[in-house]
């Protein structure tokens, strides 16, 4: 079974303090990982597609980047509005379009 | 990206009654999803709606518990029917993108008393 292990649940920093999101997954064959960000009360907002090991995705103070068996983002010098929930998911090879596999994600609070 | 937009944001229902959750995007797709994100969960599909025929549920979804309607290319609905609390959660709609992303609904908050 396809399974998406995200940690920490929680995490607080302080504005500036850089400092990585882990996500590890196992699925029978990987079609592509994702990243989402998602506010309070809205849907998830697509970040990054990754989707073979060593790729490597930025957009302004977040990189995302691959392994075998996990991904990270990197949050460089963060500031209060990056304080959101963030939520990986894998597509894994052989299931249908649309079936995305999540894990529960990482709620990130940047304090000023 | 799509523009996708739902309808309610958000309700408190009783017990035993239904709910439709409305899904309008602002360009024609073929394959529309319905997924469930319960308190302290992960998001979890319920089924892939196409227009034209019935749609697919997930193992642990069944169509008379989660109907589903896709009368064209820009609208679906997903109804949750003889609500109980278990069934508090938010409900997301989503479509797909290139690279086989899917772009979501801000959601449906729902509450069941």
């Known amino acids: 079974e396809d399974q998406v292990t995200q940690s920490p649940e929680a995490l607080r920093l302080q504005e500036g303090e850089s400092s990585s999101l882990n996500c590890s997954y196992t699925?029978?064959?990987?079609?592509?990982l994702f990243w989402y960000r998602q506010d309070p009360g809205k849907g998830p907002e697509f970040l990054f597609t990754?989707?073979?090991a060593g790729e490597e995705k930025e957009k302004e103070r977040l990189k995302a980047t691959l392994t075998k068996k996990e991904s990270f983002l990197h949050i460089t010098a963060p500031k209060p509005e990056d304080s959101a929930t963030y939520l990986c998911?894998?597509?894994?090879?052989?299931?249908?379009?649309?079936?995305?596999?999540f894990g529960q994600g990482t709620i990130l609070t940047v304090h000023p | 990206s799509a523009v996708i937009s739902q309808k309610p944001s958000r309700d408190i229902c009783q017990r035993g009654t239904s709910l439709t959750i409305q899904c309008q995007v602002d360009?024609?797709?073929?394959?529309m999803f319905w997924y469930r994100q319960q308190p302290g969960q992960s998001l979890t599909l319920i089924a892939t709606?196409?227009?034209?025929?019935?749609?697919?549920?997930e193992s642990g979804f069944v169509i008379d518990k989660f109907p589903i309607s896709r009368p064209n290319l820009t609208f679906s609905t997903l109804t949750v029917s003889n609500m109980s609390p278990e069934d508090s959660s938010i409900y997301l709609c989503?479509?797909?993108?290139?690279?086989?992303?899917?772009?979501f609904g801000s959601g449906t908050q729902l509450s069941v008393l």
């Open positions: 990754l989707y073979s």
């Open positions: 360009s024609q797709v073929t394959m």
């Open positions: 699925v029978s064959g990987l079609r592509g």
């Open positions: 709606a196409n227009q034209g025929s019935e749609a697919t549920y």
């Open positions: 998911a894998v597509q894994a090879s052989g299931t249908s379009y649309g079936k995305l596999t």
């Open positions: 989503s479509v797909g993108g290139q690279g086989e992303k899917l772009f």
